[in-house]
Every structure is written in structure tokens, then in C-alpha cells.
């Protein structure tokens, strides 16, 4: 039986969202594995103690230490070394647990995690990915999102490679489509680095590691022309905080909109009640909990990263992910393949 | 009385749109400038036949050729010596003519403004921004957005002073705020050439050249921290074109729920018909040919850059920027700031 340990910590609702999220996906599925929930006993405990877990899969760690979205991610895993964080890696690097799930400071669980477990054979650089809705069925991974600012060529060509994997194995998509973020379509655009990872992921694509549809530009990322956006941490980091900020500023823009309606009487209450419901209905797509968080791919173990502000369902489904990607042995899949010269 | 060459064959509506804009600026402005209208005759004096340019202080010029959007633009400029790009601005480079301004192949007006007007004293790299809509009041300025893809610090720097005194001077606003695109706010986040151009930026507020905030984020973009957003072209071009593409993604969002709200008898028409014309209002931000396009800073002349889809309405209010940067002498002030040690 899988063991996941679970950061009762992290994140900006932990430890209740954490401890309600890990109790429904034990529950739900029928303890169907083992988790280990870590974290500060006078903080959890008390808030565990309004569920009956006597029949779930569950075991409490105390780690006196807790590593905040203050923390400086390079230095807490030193500085932290009795946090949750730190133990609860250290636990699946000494296999007694297979992965390791928080919703805290990603900066700092990225740091730990390569830190603690290492990379996995044959990766260079250790990277993270994030959805993003587009027209149509499915979504776009972005990659990378900020685990990597400066980045060489190969280490772009394996990012894809890796998240190539992960949606083949883990998600089920057989022929994930690869696009190269520049700022024009035709080969030979771009920088030095653009030019060269184009070459190298026509390369990847004729051994069949990856299929490649060549450059894309920004405004292809909402079509989704490509299923993986390869592009450094700087431009994903900007493209995915700036797409959070979409909701909040339409949401911003509607309240205007209406509020002018309705005090013109153009607008009755119920149908500003309508526009309403229809408006946040059509965010939907926007929804990206369902998958509660993303693998920090690479590394020699399955770590999860969530988003801080992480619901109950987001931390239930990151268990999942974990779940998952045991299963489907994606780790092996992309030793094998980013083994191969 | 100042001239100002107008590119009849640039943009997708050209050379009907352009005609018909301006005319347009030269009857709303009471002919307060001459206007060269630049293009292939055969197709440019049908359309001017149509209206009465009499009393207009309007001229005709023919350029045999056209730079069309599938020109490669580092060699358009000498394939293409009789277009009405190349031919437009050598009338500005002979001082007959004070401004060109089109809504062509823009890598191409780049290449060539470059190549034939040269750049101002003190610029390293001339440069070229986008608006964005943003919570409040103002727009925010991103910068650069394709025109450099590879930035050193020192030419990020002069990205912000270019564009600081284009708003101070040229659109009156005091005290515009930059802000260092970066995947955190945390001064020492980033490449190296963020870290250091974060230095050069500190350097250039403490010398009065500019107001700068720090590092800013993506989501802080539409929530309008920043006036004047500095990134490199690849993040910048990226973010523009992905913003673009926002209108037409909501736009489908927006129809597939109305669709069905319509065919489950949620919606009746009647509401159906008003919410959709409240949807459009709100898109008014979003709105940015009341600016028409944005200089080319940096070149030693005055060179304005127009959308591919500009309207009637763009190329008179391209017009009316390229009036704008003359009266308010902004190349002079750029000569001089950026010449200073």
C-alpha cells in the first residue's frame, strides 16, 4: 500500500482545509492508501480530533518547525530542519513514504525537494509546469513556471521531454503536443538560446520523445495550439500570475458594468441576479482545483506542489495526483527516456 | 507647419482605411499639418478620388513598391528601396518630412527606421511598448515588446527612461512609475541580468530619470501597479499577444454559456440581448486605438508603429501621436537624458 505524507502546514488555509482535504480522499476512496499528516501537534491535533479517523489510514507526525511563505527557499531547509517540510521529504527519502504532497511556500519545497531527494537519472534541471484553460477539450501545460529563470537549451528540450511523460503516462494524453514560446512562428526566430532549443526539440521529436508543432506566440497559448508551452521560468512565471489575475480584474470590470446598469434602470435586480450567476459560470474553465496542484518533475520522488490558497478538494486531489503517479511510473518513464543519449 | 508621411499601403484595411483616417485628421484638426500620402497610385487615387481633398492640405506621392507582411524585415529595407516604407522615410531622413507613420509589417518599419534614420544620441537600442488596460484609471505601459529580444541591463534601463519621457513629456503624465518585470518583489530575485538591471534602475531613479517601485509580477500588470512595465521582448511580445487574444477567449466562453442558457429557457432573448451588449461594454478597457499605435523611441526621427487591423479611427489617432511627439520635442529630451553620464 502507498504512502503519502501530507504537509498539514502549508498553505494560506492549513492546517483545517489541509486535514478536512486528506480525511474526503481517504474517505472517498476507501482508504485505499496510507497517509502520514505532518505538522505542528498543538495546531493539528486539536482540529483532527473533530473527525473520527479511527477508521481511516491515518497517522500523525508532530514536526515542531514550520516553513513559512516568509522563508528564504534556498536557506529553510537548513534552517528548518525540523519542519514538515524537511521531515516529511526525509521520510520518503528513507522509503517510508512514497510521496510527499504541501500547499506551502513552492519556492522552498522545490529547494528541499531537490535538495533532499535529488534529481532523477539523467535530469539536468528539475522543473514545474501549471494548467491553463483554453478553447476546447483539455489544457495547456506551461512549462517552465519559475523553478528556472535562467535556462539552457537542453535544459527546455527536457522539460518538454518530462512533461511530455507526465501526460502521456499520467494523464492519458497519447500525443501531446509541444509548441516553443517566441515571439514569431518561423523557424529562425528568437534568441540564441530560441533557436537552438528549436533545434534540439525537432531533434526529440524525430526520435519520438516528443511531437513538435514548431513556434507559437502568446496569443496561441488560449486557442491551444499546443498542449506543452516550453519557455524559461520568467516568461511562464509572468504568463500564469498574470492569467490569475484575469478573473479578479473581469470580475472587477463586471461589478462596474453592472452597477451603472442598475442604477440606470437598464438593468432589473433579476436580471442583474442572471448576468451574475452566467458571468461566474462562465469562469469555469478557470478551474484549475481539479487538479489541486502540479509534480515537481525531475526530482528522485514525487513531491506535489499546490497553490497557497490550496482548498480542501485542491489538497484531496493533489493525494491523487501522488496516487497517480506512482501508478503509472512516471518517475521511471522519464529516468528511461532522459537516460537514452 | 509640420509634415507628416502617411503609409498608404500599411495595415489589412490599407488603402482604404488609411485614406479615409487621414482625411479624417486633416478635417478634424482644421489642416493643422501637411499630410504626404505615400503608396502604389494605382490603388491609392481611386479610393482618394472619392472625396474632396480640395481644401485639404494633402499631397499625393507614388511608391511603386509594397513591404507586405510576409517581407522579411532585415531585408525588405534593401529589397524594397522604391516601397512606400523605405521611400517615406527617406523624405524624414532628407528633413522633408518631420514623421512617418504606418500600420505595415512592423518588424520591417523597425528594421528600417533603424536603418535610415538612425539612432538619437546616447541610445543603445531603440525600443518599442504596448498598452495595456488596467484596474483604475490610466493604462499601463509594457516595454519592450519584440523589438529586443536579447536585453542587456544596460538597454532595459534606457527602456524605462525612453518610455518615462515619452509619458512625461508626451502624454503629460508627471511622475510615471516603472516597475522590473521579475518572477518575485524581492530585490535579488531573477537572472543575473535582472539583479543587475534592478541596480541600474535604483541607480536611474536616485538621478531623477525615473520613479521606480521594484521588482512587480504578473498579476500586478492589470491591477495597474506600474505605469511603465520593463521586461525583455520575448516576455513582453508574449504577454502582448497573449492579452490580445483574451477579448476573443471570453468572447467563446461567453457565447458557449449563453447558448446554453438560451436553449435550457434560462435566458429569454430579451436578456440574452442585453446581457451580451453589457459583455461588450466591459471590454471598453481593452479599447486602445484611441492611441492608434506607439513610437518607435529611440531612432533618431519620429517613426509611429500602427496594428495590422488599425482602423480609420488608429491611423488618424497615429496621426495625431506623431503631431504629439513633435510639438512636445520628446526625441530631444531623449537625446538629452539619455546622452548624460
Given at each position: 500500500m502507498l504512502t503519502i505524507v501530507v504537509d498539514a502546514m502549508g498553505g494560506d488555509h492549513a492546517p483545517a482545509c489541509v486535514i478536512e482535504g486528506t480525511v474526503q480522499a481517504l474517505q472517498e476512496s476507501g482508504n485505499r492508501f496510507k497517509i502520514i499528516l505532518i505538522g505542528q501537534s498543538e495546531k493539528v491535533e486539536p482540529l483532527l480530533a473533530?473527525?473520527?479517523?479511527?477508521?481511516?489510514n491515518l497517522k500523525f507526525l508532530h514536526a515542531p518547525e514550520v516553513v513559512t511563505m516568509n522563508d528564504i527557499p534556498a536557506t529553510a531547509v537548513k534552517t528548518k530542519q525540523q519542519s514538515s517540510l524537511v521531515q516529511g521529504l526525509l521520510l520518503c527519502k528513507a522509503k517510508e513514504a512514497d510521496a510527499y504532497v504541501s500547499a506551502g511556500n513552492t519556492g522552498a519545497q522545490m529547494a528541499a525537494s531537490l535538495f533532499v531527494l535529488g534529481r532523477l537519472p539523467g535530469v539536468l534541471r528539475p522543473t514545474i509546469y501549471a494548467y491553463f484553460p483554453r478553447i476546447g477539450e483539455g489544457l495547456t501545460n506551461i512549462v517552465?513556471?519559475?523553478?528556472?529563470?535562467d535556462c539552457k537549451p537542453e535544459n527546455l528540450v527536457q522539460f518538454a521531454e518530462m512533461v511530455t511523460i507526465y501526460q502521456r503516462y499520467?494523464?492519458?494524453?497519447?500525443k501531446p503536443i509541444t509548441g516553443l514560446l517566441n515571439i514569431g512562428e518561423e523557424e529562425g526566430k528568437g534568441s540564441e538560446v530560441l533557436k537552438q532549443t528549436y533545434r534540439l526539440l525537432k531533434e526529440a521529436d524525430s526520435k519520438g520523445k516528443i511531437t513538435f508543432i514548431g513556434n507559437i506566440e502568446g496569443h496561441d497559448i488560449l486557442k491551444g495550439r499546443a498542449t506543452i508551452v516550453v519557455c524559461d521560468g520568467l516568461v511562464g512565471n509572468t504568463i500564469l500570475k498574470f492569467g490569475e489575475s484575469i478573473p479578479e480584474f473581469l470580475g472587477t470590470l463586471f461589478s462596474q458594468s453592472l452597477e451603472k446598469l442598475l442604477s440606470s434602470g437598464q438593468f432589473t435586480p433579476e436580471i442583474a441576479a442572471l448576468t451574475t450567476s452566467m458571468f461566474k459560470g462562465?469562469?469555469?474553465?478557470?478551474?484549475?482545483e481539479k487538479f489541486g496542484g502540479v509534480p515537481f518533475l525531475g526530482v528522485d520522488g514525487i513531491s506535489i506542489v499546490g497553490h497557497g490558497r490550496s482548498s480542501s478538494r485542491a489538497i484531496k486531489n493533489m493525494i491523487y495526483m501522488a496516487e497517480h503517479m506512482l501508478e503509472r511510473r512516471v518517475n521511471e518513464h522519464i529516468a528511461e527516456v532522459l537516460s537514452e543519449k
Open positions: 473533530k473527525y473520527d479517523t479511527s477508521m481511516l517552465d513556471v519559475g523553478a528556472n529563470v499520467g494523464a492519458g494524453i497519447e462562465m469562469f469555469e474553465p478557470f478551474d484549475v
